[in-house]
Each structure stands twice: as structure tokens, then as C-alpha cells.
Antibody, heavy 118, light 107 residues
């Protein structure tokens, strides 16, 4: 089955760190660019980070620049989101999504929940 | 920065109605415009890409149109499964922008 599965979410204190993983199956991850998108409770979708298929190019939303980073291991069929200096406002469901030419995202994981609270 | 604004924010409609959601960009954009449907507790689902291309497996009652600064998503005959939140999304190389969402609810 073609799918993305996020993991690594949980409860973390403000200022803490967390690493999310996105495992791909049913397709060749190395052929695709990937995004991380989040959704705060009751809010809309917010794009966060992008990585191309070979990790040469990444881009970040201003809201996470300097705190979050994206990486991938195509051999492990996984994409990662390293989150540092977490804030209460980073509380959200975090999704990874496959990016196609033209920027649309055709495959999404079910998401993993991050709660930042003391 | 380009802003994407959807209207209305909430739309009340009945089964069988034709509904249209509008997504306006703060400046002229390319046709790299996608539409997603999201149901509570679920991930977004791609409906339309490149403004008017229907994603495989999506019912033909969904259609997209537009260019420049104004884009629309139309559901020709609303079905019970269509009550959800809809988001537009624009891609400007290496930056993605979502509209704030339109909730389609039962009238």
C-alpha cells in the first residue's frame, strides 16, 4: 500500500526538542520531494518545510526558520523533522506530504500530534 | 508575500446544491493552485491541481477554474460526503501558501 506514516509526536516542555519521522512505503521515496505541514487545534493548514529528492534544496517557512530543520534518508525511506526551541504555539498535528511537480501534495500521512506545554 | 484568501469562510448548503468557493491571491499568481478537502480528524485530500486538473479518483462533480488572482472550486451537486473544510494552496517555487479554509456545512 502506498502510504506515509508519521511518528515521534508527544508532549514536550517549552524550549524542548523533538524529532518527527515520516516513513514511506509502497513507492520509491528517492523519486519525490517532500513537505511538512502542520495544523494547530481548530486552525488551518500551515506549510513548514520542504526538501528535494536528493537533499540539495530545502526551504522553510519564516515561523520555523532557525528552529526546525528537515532531512531525509532515502535508504531508510524516511523524512525527518527536527524541532528545537519548541513554543506553546507549535502545538499541532504535523503531517508529511509527497510533493509533485507544480507543488501539489498528492499523498499525506495521518499526522502525529505534538503538544508543547509545561 | 502572497496572501491567499478564501470566501466564504462558511457555506451552508443542502444536498444537491451547486456550491462555489473562491480563492483570491493578493497578486497575480501562476496556475500552480490546488484544492484539498479535509474532514475532522483526517489528513487533507487532494481534489484539484494546477487550477483545473481533477486528481485521479475524485468525483467529476468537483471542478476547478481560474487564473491570475481568482480561482474557484465548484461542486456541481453537493453530496452528503462533501460536507468538510476545503483549502486552496498556491505554490511559488519552494514556498507554499494555504488559504484559511472554507467550511461547507449542512443547511
Amino acid at each position: 500500500e502506498v502510504q506515509l506514516v508519521e511518528s515521534g509526536g508527544g508532549l514536550v516542555q517549552p524550549g524542548g526538542s523533538l524529532r518527527l519521522s515520516c516513513a514511506a512505503s509502497g513507492f520509491t521515496l528517492s523519486n519525490y520531494e517532500m513537505n511538512w505541514v502542520r495544523q494547530a487545534p481548530g486552525r488551518g493548514l500551515e506549510w513548514l518545510l520542504y526538501i528535494d529528492s536528493s537533499s540539495r534544496t530545502t526551504s522553510y517557512a519564516d515561523s520555523v526558520k532557525g528552529r526546525f530543520s528537515i532531512s531525509r534518508d532515502n535508504a531508510e525511506r524516511s523524512v525527518y523533522l527536527q524541532m528545537n526551541s519548541l513554543r506553546v504555539e507549535d502545538t499541532a498535528v504535523y503531517y508529511c506530504a509527497r510533493v509533485l511537480w507544480g507543488g501539489h501534495m498528492d499523498l499525506w500521512g495521518k499526522g502525529t500530534t505534538v503538544i508543547v506545554s509545561s | 508575500d502572497i496572501q491567499m484568501t478564501q470566501s466564504p469562510s462558511t457555506l451552508s448548503a443542502s444536498v444537491g446544491d451547486r456550491v462555489t468557493i473562491t480563492c483570491r491571491a493578493s497578486q497575480r499568481i501562476s496556475s500552480y493552485l490546488a484544492w484539498y478537502q479535509q474532514k475532522p480528524g483526517k489528513a487533507p485530500k487532494l481534489l484539484i491541481y494546477q487550477a483545473s486538473s481533477l486528481e485521479s479518483g475524485v468525483p467529476s462533480r468537483f471542478s476547478g477554474y481560474g487564473s491570475g488572482t481568482e480561482f474557484t472550486l465548484t461542486i456541481s451537486s453537493l453530496q452528503p460526503d462533501d460536507f468538510a473544510i476545503y483549502y486552496c494552496q498556491h505554490y511559488d517555487p519552494y514556498l507554499w501558501m494555504f488559504g484559511q479554509g472554507t467550511k461547507v456545512e449542512i443547511k
